[in-house]
């Protein structure tokens, strides 16, 4: 696809990039941030923290249900730490110690889970979180947040150190596509409008924000009006932005690279629900587990591409007619 | 204020009849581990530990995570006897908006060091604090209680090997080793034998004592402090129900509370 006038996107690093670097600047600016893996340093980013503040880096092998409560021990006792690895296993296998450690007693423990969604590729099902979403949203008072690109996941990253309480953070494996300038301001919980349309509103999150602009692109040949809104948090959702979008067009397709059961599109649907029903479709993975391959033949076949976002739009706007 | 043993053993006394009062009055509750580890928690709370009942959140105080949150009831009537929390609603446990929850919740009383009761996981919560209490430089010492029955918990292990790997002599495991749970004997449901042996394994400086003796506490306490370079787990042998004849090694009152009758004996036999 050629991009011709709105979004050129640029290849940028992966979100699990951006973290590693800005844990190592949020290393600088507070003493109090400590950080903990479980042998996947080389993979989650968290190396480079390592490397430059070895003494506030803490290994704890392959056991991520003691790294979640540790981490949370750590917390209560005035840390901010940033416990990480695979979607996969920190928030499947730490999820009863995120329940009871972390978000019963509110614990201001930052969980980051790189490596999420389907397009890690080659390793396949048993290294891929498709339900982490779900399972991060359903831990009461939790912040859960699935940032776009590189400006996006650094931000946030800060964002997240700097507010008090439990957050999740997904980042992924591939390469993400630039999205926002370096200078762009984010704010948890308030969804970023990215292009305006008055048909339909594709309401996306993570490596499918990209996917949207130029599913949105290639509507606007066809004379179809595409708004594409960036839901960077996942909880609390920005109800706002989402009843304004089902007001305002009509139709919502959401697009995630996550289970469609528990993922992003089931809130969504619950706030148009509540405010202001209109019909839906729903991009991602429906109730099944991918496979090996790479990446963008994962994408492709799993119906996660810009196409995919475009038929979905196609066929919710036959259903508003 | 250190206190003398004679006034220990009597605050032992009183904390055991307040135990058996406030789960009477609740209906339900865990007595039988709550009154194994009186004295453990007596000797820390009123002898061992640094700890300011006026300033909980005191920075370099020591700290105390009962993990096997079960027995919350011995942990709030410690608590209460030290000052943190008011003695007179003790027998509001369990009750709709008591700060006394089933389980012990941060929530409801911020003096306390964790939130339990999904057992296993105050090992993990204790080597945290004991690493970003290290990473600081403070004095604190942190310890943990452990049920023999919670130690099936495989997360339990993935703590003990990190807690020697990282070399974190600023925590204690204590284990209460009243060898009954839920369903029965430890022996019966899952052997945890030979206990001592399995601490050494990883890793850890590991003593057995009499867990109802009191200067024998102190002393596993003492030797904990000067044991550097490794965690210490003391394995204390105690009396499931113990100071309670019909309760003693009695696996009914693991989780069942005494009725109106049984606390008017109990509390006759701790007159």
């Known amino acids: 696809m050629t991009p011709k006038t709105k979004f050129e996107l640029k290849a940028g690093p992966a979100t699990r990039e951006a973290f590693g670097r800005a844990l190592v600047e949020l290393g600088r600016e507070n003493k109090d941030v400590v950080v903990c893996d479980a042998d996947l340093a080389k993979s989650t980013m968290t190396v480079y923290f390592q490397k430059e503040f070895p003494e506030r880096f803490f290994s704890f092998g392959i056991a991520e249900a003691n790294m979640v409560a540790a981490g949370a021990g750590m917390a209560l006792a005035g840390k901010i730490p940033f416990v990480s690895s695979f979607s996969a296993f920190a928030v499947n296998k730490g999820f009863e110690q995120l329940r009871c450690c972390v978000a019963y007693p509110k614990v201001n423990l930052k969980v980051v889970g790189t490596h999420s969604g389907i397009s890690i590729g080659e390793d396949g099902p048993s290294q891929m979180s498709i339900e982490e979403i779900s399972l991060a949203c359903s831990l009461a008072g939790f912040v859960v947040l699935s940032p776009a690109d590189e400006a996006s996941t650094k931000a946030l990253v800060k964002q997240a150190a700097a507010y008090h309480g439990p957050v999740f953070i997904r980042c992924g494996r591939v390469k993400a596509p630039l999205i926002y300038s370096s200078d762009r301001a984010f704010e948890i919980g308030k969804a970023i409008q990215l292009t305006d349309g008055r048909d339909v509103t594709i309401i996306a999150t993570g490596l499918l924000v990209a996917q949207s602009l130029l599913a949105a692109e290639a509507l606007e040949a066809e004379g179809i009006s595409a708004r594409v809104v960036d839901i960077h948090t996942v909880k609390p959702l920005d109800r706002a932005a989402i009843q304004k979008a089902a007001a305002e067009t009509g139709a919502i397709v959401v697009a995630e690279e996550h289970l469609v059961d528990g993922g992003l599109g089931v809130r969504v649907a619950q706030v148009v629900a509540e405010t202001h029903p209109c019909p839906m479709e729903f991009v991602g993975v429906h109730d099944t587990y991918a496979e090996s391959g790479q990446p963008d033949e994962l994408l492709d076949k799993y119906g996660l591409m810009a196409r995919d976002v475009a038929a979905a739009v196609r066929a919710l706007l036959a259903r508003k007619r | ?271």
């Not at chain 2, 339990?116 to 970003?132: D, F, H, P, R």
């Not at chain 2, 000067?226 to 696996?251: D, L, Q, R, Y």
């Open chain 2, 1 to 271: 204020m250190p206190k003398s043993l004679s006034e220990l053993q009597a605050l032992a006394k009183q904390v055991r009849r307040e135990i058996i009062e406030m789960i009477g009055a609740a209906g339900s509750g865990h007595p039988g581990g709550s009154l194994s580890a009186v004295e453990i928690l007596v000797e820390l709370y009123f002898d061992y530990m640094h700890i300011d009942p006026k300033n909980p959140a005191w920075p370099d105080r020591d700290r105390f995570v009962l993990s096997k949150g079960h027995a919350a009831p011995v942990l709030y009537a410690v608590m209460a006897e030290a000052g943190y929390t008011p003695k007179d609603k003790l027998n509001t446990l369990r009750k709709l908006g008591s700060i006394y929850q089933g389980h012990p919740d941060m929530r409801f009383i911020p003096s306390l060091e964790a939130s339990t009761g999904s057992l296993g996981e105050g090992l993990s919560l204790v080597l945290g604090m004991g690493l970003a209490g290290r990473l600081d430089g403070r004095p604190s010492r942190y310890y943990v209680m452990l049920g023999d029955g919670e130690i099936q918990e495989g997360q339990v292990w993935e703590a003990a090997m990190a807690a020697a790997f990282h070399k974190v002599d600023n925590i204690v495991a204590i284990v209460d080793y009243n060898g009954i749970q839920l369903d029965g004997f430890v022996k019966d449901i899952m052997d945890v034998a030979p206990l001592a042996d399995k601490w050494r394994a990883f890793g850890w400086h590991t003593l057995e004592i009499d867990g109802h003796d009191l200067p024998a506490v102190r002393h596993a306490l003492e030797e904990a402090e000067a044991t550097k370079g490794k965690p210490t787990c003391i394995v204390a042998h105690t009396i499931k129900g113990k100071g309670v004849s019909f309760m003693e090694n009695n696996p009914k009152f693991h989780g069942t509370a005494p009725t109106a009758n049984e606390v008017q004996l109990a509390l006759q036999e701790l007159a």
